[in-house]
């Protein structure tokens, strides 16, 4: 069937909000589709090589970000703070493995949201529930409940202006090999895990040294001073990501350009549905959540229709069981996979099976468990002599009190309460991200 950026709307689609307003939809969608792209072509085929490369074990991708970005919450600091705790995982992982690190974040577009339920009560006050600020709002009011296509541009608004700030700091100095020392932040430069990461930096500036006096220097090789930062988000509002859809002149191929790579969600990736139409269509590289439900036969249907060409890199399958399903549920659909001889590169987000309520009522995840789902996942890829290509997290560079446990921090279930500041799910904060930075590190080595 022929597929073009609209045909998804003659498929049934979940998860969407329904827009009371339709004339200023088509208006919003129309704009957009008039607003330059925030990524171009030749990006989204770099990072396809990329992951590629990272789906052959040639290197690891360390995705994160975010589980949702908010308007309110905009700033420059914690941009900055993301990027620079990606950045330390990123040394951590590259001098454990000797191999190059890919990063992607959940970032400059990571703003819709799929909910387990259409409605939220609150002391017997029902509403229609948040489902991120691309679409609504998360004041617990009915106006603001109210899905506005306005937002649509405040997300691209923000999307381009976060864009802005990542490139300059990938291209303006701040990843430059000289500084790793500059990338640890203020509250975990004391701790145990800040002086670990730098006894680290003091290595890697050895190496630096001894590189200059042998002539290789930062001014006459630019990947010591530069790095890539791109961006992802998982396509959920099409009435958003179909106007951002574009034909790359050079080849007519279509790219979703709203990010690099996007993914399709757990909930939203119904076979016959209006996510995989879309995105069978688009070339960027993609992602898609296999959660505890995804049968078998489903999976390689699923693959054949977003990979017909067994595309290395094309398609990444983002494994997020829950420590306590993985080993029962992931090694047949690997061992399929794997048979069939189709390309896929495998990714673990330990975040999304591993939510639980804490004690004291909030929305929480252990860092044991997270730490469990990922070495299990480890473990499995070894027994099948197969790649385990890279991690997916939700986390921030803040220091925020949002999932429990972890040596560097300890957050018990009465410390939620003090900086908890998720507009979703719970984040690791950069203490809790680079602790398992250097625990994933371990498991390679070990591996
Ligand atoms: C997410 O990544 O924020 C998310 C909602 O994940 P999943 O689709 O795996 O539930
Ligand atoms: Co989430």
């Known amino acids: 069937m022929r597929w073009t950026p609209r045909s998804w709307r003659n498929f049934p689609i979940k998860q969407q909000p329904t827009y009371d307003d339709k004339a200023l ?10 607003f330059p792209p925030l990524i171009f072509a030749g990006e989204a085929r770099k990072l396809k090589n990329k992951l590629a490369a990272a789906g052959r074990g040639e290197a690891f991708l360390l995705q994160g970000g975010d589980c949702a970005e908010s308007f309110s919450d905009f700033n420059a600091d914690t941009i900055k703070n993301l990027f620079k705790v990606m950045l330390q995982m990123n040394m951590v992982l590259m001098y454990s493995t000797g191999k190059p690190v890919v990063k992607v974040g959940r ?16 002391d017997g006050v ?32 923000q999307s381009a202006a976060t864009l802005n700030l990542l490139r300059a700091f990938s291209r303006g100095g701040l990843a430059d090999l000289n500084k790793v ?35 290789l220097t930062s001014d006459i090789m630019p ?30 191929e279509w790219f979703d350009c709203s990010a690099h790579m996007l993914w399709i969600g757990d909930r939203t990736r119904d076979l016959d549905g209006a996510h995989i139409e879309f995105f069978r269509g688009i070339q960027n590289p993609i992602g898609c959540k296999v959660g505890p439900s995804m049968q078998e036969d489903e999976l390689i249907e699923l693959i054949r ?24 549920y992931y090694p047949p659909l690997l061992k399929r996979v794997k048979e069939s001889g189709l390309n896929v590169v495998w990714t673990i987000d330990p975040m999304h099976g591993n939510v639980e309520k804490s004690s004291t009522g909030f929305k929480t995840r252990n860092f044991e468990n997270i730490l ?17 290509a890279g991690i ?33 799910d719970p984040r690791l904060n950069a203490s809790q991200a680079l602790e398992l930075a250097f625990m994933i590190s371990d498991t390679i080595k070990e591996n």
């Open 392 to 424: 997916h997290l939700e986390m921030t560079g803040n220091d925020v009190t949002e999932c429990t446990g972890s040596a560097s921090c300890a957050i018990d279930d009465e410390g939620l309460a003090s900086r908890y500041h998720t507009q979703c």
């Open 305 to 328: 229709a977003l990979n017909p060409k067994n595309e290395e890199g094309r398609l990444n399958l983002i494994v997020r069981m829950g420590a306590s399903k993985i080993s029962e």
């Open 25 to 34: 939809l088509e208006e919003v969608e129309k704009r957009l589709s008039h």
């Open 372 to 388: 469990s789902e990922v070495e299990q996942f480890f473990t499995i890829h070894k027994e099948f002599g197969t790649v385990p």
């Open 126 to 157: 029902k509403l229609p529930s948040y489902r991120g600020d691309i679409i609504n709002s998360i004041e617990f009011t009915k106006e603001a409940r109210v899905p506005n296509p306005y937002n649509m541009i405040r997300a691209y608004n």
């Open 181 to 215: 020392h500059r990338w640890n932040l203020e509250f975990i430069k004391d701790n145990p895990l800040g002086k670990k990461y730098d006894e680290l930096s003091h290595k890697i500036d050895a190496s630096m040294k001894f590189m200059a006096a042998c002539g």
């Open 107 to 122: 970032i400059a577009g990571q703003f819709a949201k799929p909910r387990s339920s259409d409605f939220e009560e609150i």
């Open 223 to 252: 990947q010591l001073h530069q790095t890539t930062l791109y961006t992802s988000h998982e396509a959920l509002l099409l009435n958003y990501e179909e106007p951002m859809t574009r034909m790359d002149s050079e080849t007519g």
